[in-house]
């Protein structure tokens, strides 16, 4: 049983910065692509930053250059710091780990930036 388990949102000033981190656990498969995705109210969730085992890496067009993805295999953990946060990145954060054709999602974090 694959388990995702997310942390490090929170509240933040307009320009703060925070770090989320998404650990995976259960039977993980060295070959993946861990990312995370946002859903802020009434939009759909979309694709933030994602990142493979190989070590390619993409991110949206709104938080390239603030935001930065990483991972650690060993332990089968995905990063995202956020800096220069702008209060349209409020947004509950998802972790998603996907291998042999198959996503795991994690249960969410809120992060929720102030103007």
């Known amino acids: 049983q694959v388990q995702l388990v997310e942390s490090g949102g929170g509240l933040v000033q307009a320009g703060g910065s925070l770090r989320l981190s998404c650990a995976a656990s259960g039977s993980i498969f060295s070959f993946n692509t861990m990312g995370w995705y946002r859903q802020a109210p009434g939009k759909q969730r979309e694709l933030v930053a994602a990142s493979t085992s190989g070590g390619s890496t993409n991110y949206a067009d709104s938080v390239k250059g603030r935001f930065t993805i990483s991972r650690d295999n060993a332990k089968n953990t995905v990063f995202l710091q956020m800096n220069s946060l702008k209060p349209e990145d409020t947004a509950v954060y998802y972790c998603?780990?996907?291998?042999?054709?198959?996503?795991?999602w994690g249960q969410g974090t809120q992060v929720t930036v102030s103007s």
């Open positions: 998603k780990l996907n291998m042999v054709l198959r996503d795991y």
